[in-house]
């Protein structure tokens, strides 16, 4: 996904973002939740914002910004999502140094796919190397349905 971004900021010829595992636990505990709970939204099912996330994982911020989606199978079909909407390329293209995703799985889910992008700057940060390459399931037993692939406003 790293790269995926970084490639899309080259087209506008803007600095890399380096990965932060800050930032990736604090996307990866909202995809888990957003699959374990069956939806999509920038509020995790606990009332928790973006923010209040990505300070829980005690990451020094100065500036955030988060990408949500559900349905897309894969980092490209996801990319393409959030690069169609002008309002997730601006998080995407914006004056962040710091980058974490995450993706969660639920066989059961109304879009069994999550996906969590979170952008950050933040002075006393810094990288963490190589972006993680595991995806992690989170089980439950919702009654199946299926939806459309969806992507909520960013934050």
């Not at 604090?26 to 209040?52: I, L, P, V």
């Not at 700057?121 to 919702?142: F, I, L, R, Y």
């Not at 199946?144 to 934050?155: D, F, G, L, S, V």
Request: glycine share 8%; proline share 5%; with cysteine.
């Amino acid at each position: 996904m790293l790269a995926a971004v970084n490639k899309q900021r080259a087209t506008g010829g803007l600095k890399p973002l380096c990965l932060n595992k800050k930032l990736h636990a604090a996307a990866q505990r909202h995809s888990n939740d957003m699959a374990a709970k069956d939806f999509m939204a920038h509020d995790g099912s606990d009332g928790s914002s973006m923010s209040e996330r990505i300070t829980q994982a005690a990451y020094d911020w100065s500036a955030v910004a988060e990408n949500v989606a559900a349905g897309q199978i894969d980092v490209a079909d996801v990319m393409v999502a959030w690069i169609n909407s002008p309002e997730h390329l601006e998080n995407i293209m914006g004056d962040y140094t710091m980058f974490g995703s995450a993706y969660a799985f639920n066989k059961d889910g109304t879009y069994q796919h999550y996906w969590t992008q979170d952008f950050g700057s933040g002075d006393a940060e810094q990288c963490d190397g190589a972006a993680p390459t595991t995806k992690q399931e989170t089980v439950v037993t919702p009654a199946p349905t299926t939806a459309a692939p969806a992507t909520e406003a960013p934050a």
